[in-house]
């Protein structure tokens, strides 16, 4: 059942490109919603906010983006890389600046260890 449901998420993402934007608003949210909760879909939720929180900055609603992507930890997520936790976090932070939340910018700063930062710069 796990496996179904991920390789669904897998599936229906590839399939956000090709359709209308109401129909891709209703996609994600739907995806979403079946994704919240569930361990062994994290990473796929993480990738669905992340494109969400796009969508909404595209749109002009920084602050907006900003909340939808505060909503994830991704630091606790044990199936994604750290590389990629890392470049999440450093989105979340870039949306509070953004929104000029230096505050929350600082505190999402300290979420990251050092070490992450470190691996970041040696993988790239």
Excluded: P
């Excluded at 059942?1 to 949210?29: G, P």
């Excluded at 990629?84 to 600046?97: D, G, P, V």
């Amino acid at each position: 059942v796990y496996r179904r449901q991920r390789q669904m998420c897998i599936r229906d993402r590839s399939y956000l490109d090709q359709i209308s934007y109401e129909e891709k608003m209703e996609l994600i949210d739907t995806l979403t919603q079946v994704t919240e909760g569930k361990i062994f879909v994290e990473k796929q939720r993480a990738r669905l906010t992340l494109m969400l929180a796009y969508i909404r900055e595209k749109e002009g609603k920084i602050a907006e983006a900003a909340n939808i992507l505060q909503e994830i930890q991704v630091e606790t997520f044990g199936a994604m890389k750290k590389k990629e936790k890392t470049e999440f976090i450093l989105e979340q932070m870039r949306l509070c600046l953004a929104k000029k939340d230096f505050l929350r910018a600082q505190i999402i700063s300290k979420k990251s260890a050092e070490k992450l930062w470190k691996n970041l710069i040696s993988l790239n």
